[in-house]
């Protein structure tokens, strides 16, 4: 595992230390009628400075509870500058129940360990297994010669978990996504793919890799329609991964697509994945960096063992499409679902069964023309790790909860004295 931390000069420590860090008292809410595990609390550095004369050079944000205790939190640089813009913190919440947090400043040095619930891993795979915080997808891959994506990299790619699921990309021209079910709420990833361990393409303690993509989407990968034909985003071009940031209950990478060729035009894409502590999915934001006029993006689900598509509103503003089927590669049961916007949601469709390009795919299309980003989300619930997921209902009544929460997050109000 990793950690990031700032490095600050023993001067700077000392100086720190002899001022009065600033303090601050926080009302954080639950809209909701319900209990929700892990609601999110998300302050930005503008946020803050509104609130104090300044904010401490070489500290980082702390949040605690009314008894002293740390709330599991990080602060995150997410422009790359070295400075952190974003405390991010996760906390539970009874129905419309409010607490009272106190936000303080810590140096590095005193900051809180936290229980570590996520984890993005690239390692090369080379003696040790170095890990890559950046690193270009390879070129000339395609599903008949792949085997010099699992000569090049751990795992084929980036792969990312928390508690309860994984999931990998293919880091070459198919840009796959593949999903690791798993059994432990341990971070295992840093270990899986190594030679001489046993395939995670066969059951483990841990848990395995239970998909089979092929030449579909598989669990999300993206796609865009021009002119209403499928193009698989970075299927030419050049791209490349790049990890944003990482912590113990969130953590962030970039894949970024440039001259991208489709239909006689040249697009850069940025999908940016997110995967947070206790869900069961991951979060993608897709832009199209300088593009005007931009197509379309199609995102999907593999449908080699499944033939059934649900489709249905979960709240007034999203719509899951799920499968729920034997399509584990052990024959279990998994449920896969997009959860979209609504208002973003321009059709859903089913691809041909075989062919070039994009097959056996249940897809989304989202409509990219606003000056927006397209948020996704992608779940995978596996009855072995967790039974009720055997039960479609269950996985409906779950998927419209995570709605709800994301509809309505904490709210999150400063006291002022």
Not at 366 to 386: C, M, N, Q, T, V
Request: with cysteine; net charge negative.
């Amino acid at each position: 595992m990793k950690t990031t931390a700032l490095i600050i000069t023993g001067a700077a420590l000392a100086l720190t230390a002899c001022m009065q860090e600033p303090e601050l008292k926080l009302v954080v809410e639950n809209p909701l009628d319900a209990a929700r595990d892990d609601a999110r609390i998300l302050i930005t550095r503008s946020e803050l400075s509104g609130h104090l004369s300044a904010i401490p050079a070489h500290s980082l944000p702390l949040l605690t509870d009314q008894q002293g205790t740390p709330v599991p939190c990080q602060a995150d640089d997410v422009d790359g500058d070295g400075s952190w813009d974003e405390l991010f913190a996760l906390t539970d919440l009874g129905p419309g129940e409010t607490k009272t947090l106190t936000l303080t400043f810590k140096g590095p040095d005193e900051y809180p360990a936290f229980a570590i619930r996520t984890n993005i891993r690239l390692g090369a795979n080379q003696s040790g297994y170095p890990e890559l915080e950046s690193a270009e997808r390879l070129e000339g891959v395609s599903y008949d010669n792949h085997a010099l994506t699992e000569e090049a990299y751990q795992m084929e790619g980036p792969a990312w978990e928390n508690d309860l699921v994984g999931f990998r990309n293919y880091l070459d021209q198919r840009n796959g996504m593949d999903i690791f079910g798993k059994r432990t709420s341990e971070m295992v990833l840093d270990s899986v793919g190594i030679a001489g361990r046993q395939s995670y393409h066969e059951p483990d303690w841990w848990g395995m890799d239970i998909l089979k993509v092929n030449t579909s989407l598989g669990a999300g990968s993206i796609a865009c329609m021009v002119e209403d034909s499928l193009y698989r985003v970075g299927d030419n071009g050049s791209g490349m991964y790049r990890l944003v940031f990482e912590g113990p209950v969130r953590s962030r990478m970039s894949l970024d697509y440039t001259d991208w060729k489709v239909n006689g035009r040249s697009l850069a894409v940025e999908h940016q994945i997110d995967i947070v502590a206790g869900t069961r999915c991951y979060e993608s934001m897709v832009t199209f960096p300088g593009t005007r006029e931009r197509p379309d993006l199609v995102t999907g689900i593999v449908n080699m063992h499944s033939d059934q598509l649900f489709v249905e509103p979960l709240n007034d503003r999203y719509t899951m499409l799920m499968t729920h089927d034997v399509q584990a590669e052990d024959t279990s049961l998994l449920a896969m679902a997009l959860v979209v916007p609504s208002q973003l949601l321009v059709e859903h469709g089913v691809t041909r069964d075989e062919g070039e390009g994009i097959t056996q795919t249940y897809y989304a299309r989202l409509d990219a023309s606003g000056d927006h980003p397209i948020p996704y989300r992608f779940y995978a619930l596996w009855e072995k790790e967790d039974p009720r997921w055997a039960s479609p209902d269950e996985v409906i009544a779950y998927l419209k909860k995570e709605a709800e929460c994301w509809s309505h997050p904490a709210s999150v109000q400063f006291q002022e004295d």
